[in-house]
Structures are given as structure tokens and as C-alpha cells.
């Protein structure tokens, strides 16, 4: 029945199988070959179907299936995602056992790999809100934009804790304290595996453990940290997400004191599923645990048994299958940590409703980018700005005021969205997804024959106000780790120009993390640091107009100069520009 209501909503083949009641976990698992079992423990990358149908899948007992960064299906539609995984979700159907699929992805500040889904602020912003209710708000949208296209998991939130700025995925966290990481991490999955209506999915704490406190800020680098700081600053947001009832944990492509973190089972078995108590199962970074060493049937051996439970294989699944069916034939994997594992993932299968409702709920698919959803996202917007800077009440602006809008970036989607966004790492541009830009934004609020734009200042004197928009260009990972945190020569040349204007220069800064500003602070009349608020532009033109009153607190300390990167409040010698916990507001 529900299949007929949906075909009216989106017009793809349905699938040949249907919805059945979820199995006893035992029962089920006393039925498994090891070949099922090793399925079930096999996640694979969509592109390593090699554009096939999917029957891999059957013919693997394949349980899981992602979506990375970069493995989006073209067109990229929700119509081609939702036939995708219900084609996919079809072979799982059809195999003896007829275990269902879960299916992940990135979903890490809204569906970014879907063209059109609601994009949030990145979770640097979200931590300068401080609110959980907000969080929890914007993880239930999230969660009923992946439902939409039929996927049950994504891989969020992040817990790390970024200690050190020049870190690439600094934007990735809510902040620099585990206070953020526990309250809006809970408040994150609660969001995500509490949505209503059939929207709840599946929600991964990442990545454990101590990401986020490498030395140098290096991704993928080495915490050289004590046993107590490591549990003082990075565990306790895993402590609150268990808590929280999160289903999976995802491991970091770190290491702790140089070793690895995927082999680590002190730290997996002892601490995670031990003294933390988690239900849930372990799944690997992606292709992780093959940089351990150069043996690879070896870097299974090791990692299965410190406790990973399913392997983010992704595409050489053949010889993952193989070496791992052999190292349970040769007894160097216990039968017993087998079982665990696939008892785990099956249960978080069960609780998902993944037999009941194998396949997407396609009434849901047409609430994507809905005007519901982005509200939610614009406000989000809205409390995640930081007024850094505001002299002589620049700000807000009046309406009637003739503002010059200045840069390219304030009329860039790719810009304002940063990485994970239809693409892994991002980039300028019009990425061709929904929302509004910051000039559009401007615009819609005062009408666009009330705002001039250039790229480079140009007739910013004719104007009452100059706003300026500068920042970082799009990066993920490891390709946005960097020495130095400066603006570019070009924004900073904006600025001057902006400022030779003799109006008001209000700078807004779209960036993943706090940047050195050098002369541009001293440049600026008013400084937003607006982070990477994703597509929903008016919220940047709501706190620009008085609209709404800006309420973000730093999520993170603001250096003055690279020396002091980097910054964390409690260091010994604190002088930060602004203190973590600054922002201003409006009387
Ligand atoms: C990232 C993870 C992500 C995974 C799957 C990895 O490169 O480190 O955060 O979940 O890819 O896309």
C-alpha cells in the first residue's frame, strides 16, 4: 500500500520485494554462513559496482553500501539516488536470507552529495549557536532529506575536538571544548535517530578517538597526547553520544602515540565497547585500515580483532572477503568476534526498521530544499553568525541605505558552503544546488535597486555601506590542512580598497576556522565571522539588517598571529583576539 502512495510521489520503478517483520537476531545468525556473516561485514563504495545494477551485492551477501564524497549518481537527482538504492536494496532482498542493506553517506551539514538538499552551517557554526534544541532541529531535517532518497545512515555527527586550527577538518567540529562536542553531539544524533514520520536514520560518531588532537593539526596524523588528556578532552563527547543511543562509531585514520588508531583494541574494545558500554557496532574510515601496514590480509587480522565490526572496505571487496574467510579457517580471527560483530550490525539493522521498511519512503523524497526545510537552515544561519567587531553601531543596517556588495565570494554558493558539499571537497562556484547567495540574500531583503555589487570595490564610494565578503576557498581533509591562516593577497586587497572608499566597511568572513586578519581588523568597522553557513544566504542578510539580533559565542578562540596557533581557552598564557565564548550583539 505504501508503495502505491509513493509511486505518485516520485516516478521510479518500484522494487520487486516488499516489507516482512524483522527476524530474531539469534535465530537469524544461526542461520549465517560465514560467507553471510563476512557479507554483513563488508561495506563497499557504490563505484565499486563499476556502473553495474548492483548484483554484486547478491552475489557477496554485500550488507552495506556507501556514498562517498565524490560517488554521486548522474544525473545527480533525487529521482537517480532513490532508484539507485532501492535497485540495490532489491539484490539484498534477494539473497537466501534476505538481509536488508544499510545504506550510508556523508551527511554531515545536511544530504550535501544530493543536488538540492537544505544545506546547513558547517559545525564550527553550529557550536556558536550553544544550542542543542537547534542542533536536534537541523539533524531532523537532515534526517528526512537522506530518508528521502532511501538512505538509512550517514555519517555524522563529528565529535572531534579541533585543538589545533591549521587542522583541515576544524570546521568539521562543533568547537574547541568537549562541552560542545557533548551537548550538540547528543543533541545531533537524538536529531537524526529520533526523526518522526519514518525519517530516522542511523547516525556515526566520528572519528574516534582524539581526531581532532594531532600534533601540528596534521589530518591523519598522531595525537602525542597523555591518557588524560585524551580522556579529558576527547572522549567525553563518545561518553554523551553512547548515551544519546548512537548506533555506530566510526574509527580515525589517526593514531594515539603512534599506533593506529584501527588496531587499537584497548581503546576499541576496552574502553568503547567495555567501560563506555557501546551497543552499537564499529565501522572503519574509509580504506583506513590498509595504511597500517603493507600486508593487508595482516591489517584485517589486527583490525577485526581490536574490535572493528564493519570494514569501509571500499572497493577491493574481493580480497577483503577472502582474507578474512581465511583468517577465520586459519583461527586467527575467533568465530566468537565474528558473531559480535555481525550481531551488532544486525541489531542496529533491526532497530533501523530496515526490514519492515527496506525501501525509501518516497512521499518524503519531494520535502527536499522544501521552503520548510530551509527555514530551518536560515535560522540555524542566523544564530551561528559571530559579530566580531561593530563601531559606531555600523551595524545593523539601515534599510534604506545604499549598500555596495563587494567580492566574488559574496555571490558564491561553492564558497559559503565549503567542503562536503555536492562533492567532497567543494569548490567556487555555482554548484548548482538551490539556496541564496549573500548578494541574493541582500537583494530579496531590500530590493535589488538598493545594492550595487563589483568584484573588486569598484564604485563602493556612490554607497552608504561597503559590505565586503572574504574567506577560505573550499577544502576537506587533509587538503585543507595549512602552515599558515591568512587571508589571500586579493581579499585583503578588497578590504583596502573597501576602506578607500570612506564608507563603513562591514567585512563578513566565510571560512572554516578563525583566520589571521592582520590589518583588514583594523580596516573593518564591523567583522561578522559567518563560518560556512551552507545554502541558506538570508541569514547572513537577517543579521545584516537587524533582522534578527546575532547571538553566536565562538566556538573556538581567534589567534592574534600564527604564534599563537595553536589557541585553546585554558592554555596556560590565554591572550586570544577574542576569547572563546565572545561575540557581540545589537542593543
Ligand atoms: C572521511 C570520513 C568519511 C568517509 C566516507 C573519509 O575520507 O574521513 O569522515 O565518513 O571518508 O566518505
Request: glycine content about 12%; overall charge negative; aromatic content about 6%.
Amino acid at each position: 500500500m505504501a508503495h502505491k502512495q509513493a509511486a505518485m510521489a516520485v516516478d521510479v520503478p518500484l522494487p520487486r520485494h516488499a516489507g516482512k517483520p524483522a527476524p530474531d537476531v539469534e535465530a537469524l545468525l544461526a542461520q549465517m554462513t560465514l560467507a553471510e556473516k563476512i557479507g554483513q561485514m563488508t561495506q563497499i563504495d557504490r563505484s565499486a559496482l563499476h556502473g553495474s545494477d548492483g548484483g554484486e551485492i547478491k552475489d557477496f551477501f554485500i550488507g552495506s553500501v556507501l556514498s562517498g564524497a565524490d560517488s554521486l549518481p548522474k544525473p545527480n537527482v533525487p529521482e537517480t539516488w532513490v532508484a539507485m538504492v532501492d535497485r540495490f536494496q532489491d539484490h539484498a532482498l534477494s539473497t537466501r536470507l534476505g538481509i536488508p542493506l544499510i545504506y550510508g553517506i556523508d551527511a554531515v551539514h545536511g544530504n550535501g552529495g544530493v543536488k538540492g538538499a537544505t544545506l546547513f552551517p558547517h559545525e564550527i557554526g553550529l557550536g556558536c549557536t550553544r544550542s542543542p534544541e537547534l542542533v536536534e532541529a537541523v539533524c531532523r531535517v537532515t534526517a528526512q532529506e537522506v530518508a528521502a532518497v532511501g538512505i538509512d545512515w550517514t555519517f555524522a555527527p563529528c565529535l572531534a575536538v579541533p585543538r589545533d586550527e591549521r587542522w583541515g577538518r576544524t570546521y568539521e567540529g562543533f568547537g574547541e571544548t568537549p562541552e560542545l562536542a557533548v551537548t550538540l553531539g547528543a543533541a545531533a544524533i537524538r536529531g537524526y535517530q529520533q526523526a518522526p514520520g519514518g525519517a530516522a536514520i542511523l547516525a556515526t560518531a566520528k572519528h574516534y578517538l582524539a581526531d581532532g588532537g594531532t600534533s601540528g593539526g596534521k589530518d591523519r596524523g598522531d595525537a602525542a597526547i597523555t591518557e588524560d588528556e585524551l580522556r579529558r578532552i576527547h572522549l567525553p563527547g563518545y561518553e554523551a553520544a553512547i548515551k544519546a543511543g548512537v548506533g555506530s562509531v566510526m574509527v580515525s585514520f589517526s593514531s594515539w602515540n603512534g599506533h593506529p588508531m584501527h588496531g587499537h583494541r584497548h581503546l576499541i574494545t576496552t574502553v568503547l565497547k567495555g567501560e563506555l558500554a557501546f551497543a552499537g557496532f564499529t565501522v572503519t574510515d574509509w580504506a583506513a585500515i590498509d595504511l597500517m601496514s603493507p600486508d593487508y590480509k595482516k591489517d584485517i587480522e589486527v583490525a577485526i580483532n581490536a574490535g572493528i565490526d564493519m570494514v569501509m572496505v571500499p572497493t577491493q571487496y574481493r580480497e577483503f572477503i577472502t582474507y578474512l574467510k581465511e583468517l577465520v579457517n586459519e583461527g586467527q580471527v575467533p568465530m566468537a568476534r565474528i558473531d559480535d560483530a555481525v550481531r551488532r550490525i544486525l541489531k542496529q539493522k533491526v532497530r533501523f526498521g530496515l526490514w519492515e521498511r527496506p525501501f525509501t519512503d518516497r512521499t518524503l523524497t519531494p520535502t527536499i530544499g522544501s521552503a520548510a526545510h530551509r527555514a530551518v537552515a536560515r535560522d540555524a544561519v542566523r544564530k551561528s553568525l559571530v559579530l566580531l567587531k561593530n563601531d559606531g553601531a555600523a551595524l545593523p543596517l539601515r534599510k534604506e541605505a545604499r549598500v555596495h556588495v563587494c567580492g566574488f565570494r559574496a555571490d558564491d554558493m561553492g564558497v559559503q558552503c565549503g567542503g562536503w558539499s555536492v562533492g567532497w571537497r567543494g569548490r567556487r562556484g555555482d554548484i548548482t544546488t538551490g539556496g541564496t547567495t549573500i548578494r541574493q540574500a541582500i537583494a530579496e531583503v531590500v530590493g535589488a535597486g538598493r545594492i550595487d555589487f563589483s568584484k573588486d570595490a569598484t564604485g563602493a564610494e556612490r554607497s552608504d555601506a561597503v559590505v565586503v565578503v572574504v574567506g577560505e576557498d573550499p577544502y576537506a581533509e587533509g587538503s585543507g590542512d595549512r602552515a599558515e591562516l591568512f587571508l589571500t593577497t586579493e581579499d585583503r586587497m578588497l578590504v583596502a580598497a573597501a576602506k578607500r572608499s570612506g564608507k563603513p566597511v562591514i567585512v563578513v568572513l566565510l571560512t572554516g576556522r578563525p583566520l589571521v586578519l592582520g590589518e583588514v581588523l583594523d580596516e573593518a568597522t564591523a567583522l561578522i565571522a559567518a563560518w560556512l553557513p551552507g545554502t541558506e544566504g538570508g541569514g547572513i542578510a537577517d543579521i545584516l539588517y537587524g533582522i534578527a539580533k546575532p547571538t553566536g559565542k565562538l566556538s573556538c578562540s581567534w589567534p592574534r598571529d600564527m604564534t599563537q596557533v595553536p589557541i585553546n581557552v585554558g592554555d596556560a598564557s590565554y591572550d586570544p583576539l577574542f576569547a572563546y565564548g565572545f561575540g557581540l550583539t545589537y542593543p
